[in-house]
């Protein structure tokens, strides 16, 4: 049976250490579901619509690659989806017990699916999205820590009268 992950989060932005995790999912996994989750946040930087468009976008050549948006419980939405596998990714230590809380509660939810942690190239292990946003909003640049689209619109956003990151 072939093998389907769902790979779930806020990605607000989606940032390059998600894409490393992304790439090798896809090489693992026969598929992986690249799930946003609908309000995660209150006031998100990037509408769901964007969020969804910037994932399709980069993954575009990766036949492989799914992206979808899920509400709700994630092991519903696995198990809807008939998926067997939650990808997540490991940066440091410090992500570990917030992760390893989720995987036992999703495991306890039920237990047929399984969590599998990924690590990032070490490159990657500093960066988050709510860093990216913080070191944007102040000026700092994020070149190389997200994938081009993601920088154009950040940019965009600054152009865009009324709708500064920098001021949110
Ligand atoms: O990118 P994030 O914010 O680290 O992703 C967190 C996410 C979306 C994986 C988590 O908040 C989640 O699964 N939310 C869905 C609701 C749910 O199932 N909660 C119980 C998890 S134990």
Not at 137 to 142: H, K, Q, T, Y
Request: proline share 5%; hydrophobic share 45%; charged share 25%.
């Amino acid at each position: 049976m072939p093998t389907l992950a769902v790979y779930p989060g806020s990605f607000d932005p989606l940032t390059n250490g998600h894409v490393d995790i992304i790439m090798r999912g896809a090489r693992l996994f026969d598929r992986i579901v690249i799930a946003i989750l609908v309000n995660a946040e209150k006031s998100p930087l990037f509408s769901m619509d964007e969020r969804v468009e910037i994932a399709r976008a980069v993954f575009k050549d990766l036949p492989n690659v799914e992206v979808d948006t899920f509400d709700g419980l994630l092991v519903d939405y696995v198990e809807r989806r008939h998926a067997q596998v939650i990808v997540r990714g490991l940066r440091a230590v410090s992500d570990f017990e917030f992760e390893f809380q989720m995987a036992l509660m999703n495991r306890r939810l039920n237990g047929k699916i399984e969590t599998v942690f990924m690590m990032p190239a070490e490159q990657y292990t500093y960066i988050s999205s709510r860093l990216i946003k913080e070191v944007f909003s102040l000026g700092g640049r994020v070149h190389g820590l997200v994938p081009d689209m993601v920088e154009e619109r950040l940019q965009a956003k600054v152009g865009a009268s009324g709708e500064d990151p920098r001021k949110k």
